[in-house]
């Protein structure tokens, strides 16, 4: 029997995929929010939140301010970048368990058009070992501002970031003049966060401490002109959209029920024939009311017959009896 015979034969199974990735699908490990992946052939699925859904609006709600208006969000779904997450995270937590200061943030990253596809499938550090610090935004509006783009439609990450040990940097100050330690000394382990006097920015290195959750595609509304357009294109990550509905359902108006009694009013008979619900002539027998008038005259005049019909034997009963009156005479 040849080789190519044997491997399509009817009873030859295909062979399990055995790839390490596939251990980050296990045990609960993904979002809930996640999607079926097909890591043997696709490397990172972008998946569309249902817009008006529970997920849609608790993103919505942490994104939106004043002048930003949320036109669409994607899950960014790669199993290659969150299985290092989540090696890290849990290494983080190992090396730092006596501290327990290990904290996860959700922060925001501005990202230009042409490197959106590069940090859904390298990280934020798409530049491979960049010494320049990655700068996270807890709000959303000094994200936008400090992009400097003056263009619509605009692109922001919502990332997982983890936080270890953190310290605060002077800003402005070279890195010969940073007074802070590049070790911990309660650990004896770099630094992993620098942040701002304000604690609104966060800086990192390790890209290994971050994840794109959420890619966000928004409106700045500050902005007149709107030149790129919020349907993207993507060459190398699979693009996947929801179906179903793409409006506010609370914003639609409820049709106000038929008032049937006006339509018989303007001459419309048929509308007095439909009955309420789902039935209509079709399906139910109606009677005129001239018919109904002649069926009750027929009944009415059958009382009226038996009557007369009494008084005629009342009548001969009475002529039937003999006159004894001449007798006695």
């Known amino acids: 029997m040849s080789e190519a015979r044997r491997k399509s034969g009817p009873f030859m199974r295909k062979a399990p995929d055995r790839k390490f990735v596939r251990q980050v699908f296990g045990m609960n490990r993904t979002p809930d929010y996640w999607t079926p992946v097909d890591t043997q ?28 208006e949320l036109i669409s969000a994607y899950v960014v779904q790669n199993p290659y970048l969150w299985g290092q997450y989540l090696l890290r995270r849990e290494q983080m937590k190992m090396q730092m368990k006596n501290l327990k200061a290990v904290t996860e943030r959700e922060l925001f990253y501005p990202a230009n058009v042409e490197n959106v596809e590069r940090i859904m499938r390298m990280s934020f550090d798409f530049h491979l070992g960049s010494k320049d610090e990655i700068a996270f935004f807890s709000d959303a509006l000094t994200a936008n501002n400090s992009l400097g783009d003056t263009t619509n439609v605009k692109f922001m990450f919502a990332a997982k970031v983890l936080i270890g040990c953190c310290t605060e940097r002077v800003d402005g100050a070279c890195a010969a003049e940073q007074t802070i330690p ?125 009557g007369l019909r009494r008084q005629l034997t009342k009548m001969l009963k009475i002529s039937s009896k003999p006159d004894n009156s001449g007798a006695e005479a």
């Open 182 to 306: 590049s070790i911990y000394t309660r650990t004896d382990l770099p630094i992993d966060t620098h942040t701002n006097e304000t604690r609104n920015i966060f800086y990192k290195r390790n890209r290994n401490e971050m994840y794109p959750d959420l890619l966000l595609v928004y409106r700045d509304n500050d902005i007149q002109d709107e030149t790129r357009s919020c349907h993207f294109q993507l060459k190398y990550v699979q693009k996947s959209l929801r179906s179903g509905t793409r409006y506010n359902p609370n914003e639609i108006k409820k049709e106000e029920p038929r008032e049937i009694e006006d339509e018989i009013k303007d001459g419309n008979d048929e509308a007095g024939k439909e009955v309420l619900g789902v039935h209509r002539l079709e399906d139910i027998t109606v009677l005129d009311v001239k018919t109904e008038q002649d069926d009750g005259n027929v009944k009415r005049s059958r009382p009226e017959d038996r």
């Open 41 to 68: 052939s696709v490397e990172c699925k972008l998946m569309e939140v249902k817009k008006y859904s529970a997920h849609y609006f608790d993103i919505d709600a942490r994104f939106r301010r004043p002048s930003l």
